[in-house]
């Protein structure tokens, strides 16, 4: 299968608390996991990404954890800011077709708030 | 980041009418995609390119729709004729490996 399922579709955070979401694949043979944040009227914009031979990773704030046996991956956001408010979307290379192509989850709508 | 750009940002056009969306990927470049977003939902796989050939397309990618790089220059897509449900947020994205993509900033196309 070629589906990526993100949750929540919504979630609203305190200023300063962690954020959280959560995505799963069926390709086992995915073996790159990218997240694109996007905010309204802009392009997605790659934030953190993590290959199948990694378990964990992390960029300044962003955490990205990937549970291959499981099949799932999860982004999350430390200390959230104001200015992480905006899309997020995670996604997988679907390695089973015969070229390379990104599937987005449906993405995630964070809002910080004060 | 690199930076993807896209010619022209907004487009409004009448229904059976020809557009042409224009993209120019970053200049090293290998990989080039075609991803489609209707407000409020995520992108959609449209088609991927290398070598000058189409290597696959998604069921979006209706017989209306051609790509073409001719002679490395910009990475077009071109709807004729264009139908209502073409609306949406056209997004070119370009990679050097064929995994880590980097997406322009998106032509807006409105189909009346």
């Known amino acids: 299968g070629e589906q990526v399922e993100q949750l929540p579709s919504i979630l609203r955070v305190q200023e300063g608390s962690s954020a959280s979401i959560n995505c799963s694949y069926e390709?086992?043979?995915?073996?790159?996991f990218p997240w694109y944040k996007q905010e309204p009227g802009e392009n997605p914009k790659l934030i953190i990404d993590i290959r199948s031979n990694m378990e964990r990773k992390q960029i300044q704030e962003l955490i990205v954890l990937l549970d291959k046996k499981a099949k799932r991956f999860s982004l999350h956001i430390t200390d959230t800011q104001p200015g992480d408010s905006a899309m997020y979307f995670c996604?997988?290379?679907?390695?089973?077709?015969?070229?390379?192509?990104?599937?987005f989850g449906q993405g995630t709508s964070l809002s910080v708030v004060p | 980041g690199p930076k993807v750009l896209q010619i022209p940002s907004h487009q409004i056009i009448d229904m059976g009418q020809m557009v042409t969306l224009n993209c120019d990927p970053v200049?090293?470049?290998?990989?080039f995609y075609w991803y489609k977003q209707i407000l409020g939902q995520q992108m959609e796989f449209l088609v991927n390119?290398?070598?000058?050939?189409?290597?696959?397309k998604s069921k979006l990618f209706k017989d209306q729709f051609s790509v073409e790089r001719p002679d490395g220059s910009y990475f077009t897509l071109k709807i004729q004729p264009t139908a209502l449900e073409d609306s949406a947020v056209y997004f070119c994205a370009s990679s050097l490996d064929g995994d880590t993509q980097y997406f322009g900033p998106g032509t807006r196309l409105l189909v009346l």
């Open positions: 390119f290398y070598n000058g050939k189409v290597m696959e």
């Open positions: 390709d086992s043979a995915s073996n790159y």
């Open positions: 996604a997988a290379i679907i390695a089973s077709s015969s070229f390379s192509k990104l599937v």
């Open positions: 200049s090293n470049h290998l990989y």
